[in-house]
């Protein structure tokens, strides 16, 4: 094949590869990711050739980590000009990574994806940009598939890089070409590029595979290697399609969504579901609630089915990624970790007869408001209370019987009171179990103690018997709490 034709035959593939998987439509605007690396470089000549025959915009967009000083201005600057002649739109953009991976206590590798995809997708939101193109290719998906093989990947995992994010705004249109045919095509056309240093070193697990492991078993045992792996690729990534279908069809009876940061899923439901279909469901929410970021797989899948089939109420599990699970009842609860802040027996609040306070316990704000009036008489022990509709509480107590002042604030561990009717004391925790209030939900109520710390009345659970109304009660204290 002449080289002409062979250059003119990589980007008809890339052409194919393109309008097979929806990646691009006429009219649209991308913003192709140009590092100067091979890769990126090949990218922007490529788009650049189909944007003129396929009828869709592209600009050029390139970050600068500033990891190797001079290096790296060079970088930008060989990105600059090649988009000049080929009159391309260019921006750029840099930070200091290496600051912010102390700051945040990541590693350089990971510090720098997150900082260039910041820089990348606020450019692509400010240009209006309808896709965000990449330079991965064959190699790239062979080399991840090993990855996670070795990693003890799920099927799920072994679906490798997908041409397009689940949104489509992700998109890699260089798949379909291996780096040997992105090196020939850049030779060709008189590409410039520049080497990163860092690909060269065996440092990384992803460079020893592509330096040494998958080049030795090339050489020993097959050099259908990477077909193999892109084949594996293929073969889950199909698979996965039709999960993914399948799932669709049960999500909503099975995952309560409740907020951002937080999902639910309903344990009998999930239990009821052909354990295939449930791996990939528990793999697909936790994808979905770190962002892409965690693919759950190993024995962190294996604990949290565990979980859902024979865990406790109150077991928990902490995931990659910042993850956390929890069973509460028949209820599995998966959020992203809260910060630690005060312990729960410090967020406390002093309370006079008549007084009107605020009080947030985590994420939950409460208006407090005490108040003493004349006891008219009524139903002796306890009183009527509104039982929390629309999120109010009232409890009612002989004002001459407490000892003030009172304080509000979050159950402690251990704590015990004397519920009214009971004759003796009971834990906290085994009344919260009794009235099925979830652990994630305990620390949020708040909880009414006397002087002497006793405790009054956990709010929406149970009162004490401490200072009942009686037929000689003079005066009532009325609490009232309404949830903000």
């Given at each position: 094949m002449l080289e002409k034709d062979l250059a003119s035959e990589l980007v008809g593939r890339v052409s194919r590869f393109i309008k097979e998987k929806a990646l691009i439509r006429p009219g649209e605007k991308v913003l192709a990711a140009v590092s100067a690396g091979?890769?990126?470089?090949?990218?922007l000549d490529i788009l650049f050739r189909l944007s003129v025959r396929e009828g869709f915009s592209l600009t050029a967009a390139h970050f600068d980590h500033r990891l190797r000083g001079e290096q790296s201005r060079a970088e930008g600057e060989l990105v600059r000009k090649r988009c000049e002649s080929l009159e391309v739109p260019f921006v750029s953009g840099a930070a200091e990574v290496g600051v912010l991976a102390a700051i945040g206590r990541m590693n350089l590798q990971n510090a720098a994806r997150l900082a260039r995809y910041s820089f990348l997708w606020d450019c692509a939101d400010r240009l209006a940009c309808d896709r965000l193109a990449t330079g991965h290719h064959r190699d790239d998906q062979a080399e991840t598939v090993l990855m996670r093989l070795l990693?003890?990947?799920?099927?799920?995992?072994?679906?490798?890089?997908?041409?397009s994010s689940r949104s489509g705004c992700l998109i890699r249109p260089l798949l379909v070409l291996s780096r040997s045919e992105l090196e020939h095509f850049a030779a060709l056309n008189e590409i410039p590029y520049a080497e990163d240093p860092s690909n060269l070193s065996d440092k990384y697990l992803r460079n020893r595979l592509r330096h040494k492991v998958i080049p030795g078993i090339e050489q020993e045992y097959d050099p259908h290697f990477t077909d193999n792996l892109v084949s594996l690729a293929e073969e889950a990534s199909i698979l996965c399609a039709a999960l993914e279908e399948r799932v669709n069809l049960i999500m909503d009876q099975v995952v309560i969504k409740e907020h951002d940061g937080v999902l639910k899923l309903d344990c009998s439901q999930a239990a009821q579901t052909p354990a295939l279909l449930r791996r990939y469901l528990i793999r697909r929410t936790v994808l979905e609630l770190s962002s892409q970021r965690v693919i759950l797989s190993g024995r962190p899948l294996n604990a949290v089915e565990r979980l859902i089939l024979k865990g406790p109420s109150g077991g928990r599990l902490d995931l990659p990624g910042g993850l956390t699970v929890m069973r509460e009842f028949n209820t599995l609860v998966i959020r992203?970790?809260?910060?630690?802040?005060i312990a729960p027996e410090m967020k406390t609040t002093k309370l006079e007869a008549e007084d009107k306070k605020s009080l947030i316990l985590e994420d939950s704000q409460w208006e407090i408001a005490l108040r003493v009036k004349r006891y008219d008489g009524g139903s002796p022990g306890q009183f009527s209370k509104t039982g929390g509709a629309g999120g109010v509480f009232q409890e009612g107590f002989d004002s001459d019987l407490l000892k003030f002042p009172l304080s509000a604030g979050a159950w402690r561990a251990g704590e015990n009171m004397r519920p009214f009717?009971?004759?003796?004391?009971?834990k906290l925790k085994k009344l919260f179990g009794e009235k099925r209030i979830p652990a994630s939900q305990r620390s949020k109520l708040p909880v009414f103690r006397d002087s002497e710390g006793e405790v009054l009345w956990v709010c929406g659970v149970a009162r004490s018997e401490i200072a009942p109304l009686s037929a000689g009660t003079k005066k009532i204290l009325i609490i009232q709490a309404r949830r903000s």
């Open positions: 091979l890769d990126s470089m090949v990218l990693s003890g990947s799920s099927l799920f995992g072994l679906a490798g890089i997908q041409p992203e970790k809260m910060t630690p802040g009717g009971l004759g003796g004391t009971k």
